[in-house]
């Protein structure tokens, strides 16, 4: 089975840069994806990374490390509205039709 | 498009009543499933559909049931609602072509109470 950590919460204040770690541990791997949530809202897409390395999508960035088994969404020019859960998931290596989600981390941000 | 729209948005049920959560998606995807969510849980596969006619448990199935009759609709039925059952519950829906399949769109929720 697989397993994914994210830390339960993060804070930061407006503008800063914040990071938010996923550890996963899988006997496979076929990728890892990052959505947000808002309290009372529906999850979203915001990312995946296949290979290695870094991916930017303007303000937001996402980071593999399939060697470490580690990833990370990078957050920059943090803004109020990013106040949210960040969630990691990956693809169940038994069944690649199941996707696995994180507990997530909830990212406070303060002016 | 509308995307994933669910119904309804918020229920109560008594303990051992049934219910069907409905479910329906308009961008023609192969992929369906059902998600719970509890405070600090993050998000709990239920069941899932890889194409009408076919379903298959996730982490969490007992307790629920499906079926996926159209590639539109995919409903979850409680079948004797319990306390354990309250829970926010996400349908989503996603093609199955290539890095897109991890592309997944979350309808906006039905939030269920069981008394």
């Known amino acids: 089975g697989q397993s994914l950590e994210q830390p339960s919460e993060v804070t930061a204040v407006e503008g800063a840069i914040v990071q938010i770690n996923c550890t996963y541990q899988t006997s496979g791997f076929y990728g890892l994806s990052w959505y947000q949530q808002h309290d009372g809202g529906a999850p979203t897409f915001l990312s995946y990374?296949?290979?290695?390395g870094l991916e930017e999508t303007g303000r937001f960035s996402s980071f593999l490390s399939r060697s470490d088994s580690y990833g990370y969404l990078l957050l920059q020019e943090l803004q109020m509205k990013d106040s949210a859960s960040y969630f990691c998931?990956?693809?169940?290596?038994?069944?690649?039709?199941?996707?696995?989600f994180g507990t997530g981390t909830r990212l406070q941000v303060f002016p | 498009n509308a995307g994933v729209t669910q119904t309804p948005k918020f229920q109560v049920l008594k303990t051992g009543q049934s219910m069907t959560l409905q479910c329906a998606q308009d961008?023609?995807?192969?992929?369906m499933s059902w998600y719970r969510q509890d405070p600090g849980m993050g998000l709990r596969l239920i069941h899932y559909?890889?194409?009408?006619?076919?379903?298959d448990q996730g982490e969490v199935p007992n307790g629920y049931n499906v079926s996926r009759s159209t590639t539109e609709d995919f409903p979850l039925r409680l079948l004797s609602a319990a306390p354990s059952q309250t829970s926010v519950y996400f349908c989503?829906?996603?093609?199955?072509?290539?890095?897109?399949?991890?592309?997944?769109?979350f309808g906006p929720g039905t939030r269920l109470t069981v008394l």
């Open positions: 989503a829906s996603s093609t199955r072509l290539g890095s897109s399949y991890n592309e997944q769109f």
């Open positions: 559909s890889v194409g009408a006619g076919i379903t």
């Open positions: 961008m023609n995807h192969e992929y």
């Open positions: 990374n296949a290979l290695d």
């Open positions: 998931a990956v693809r169940d290596t038994g069944n690649t039709d199941k996707l696995i």
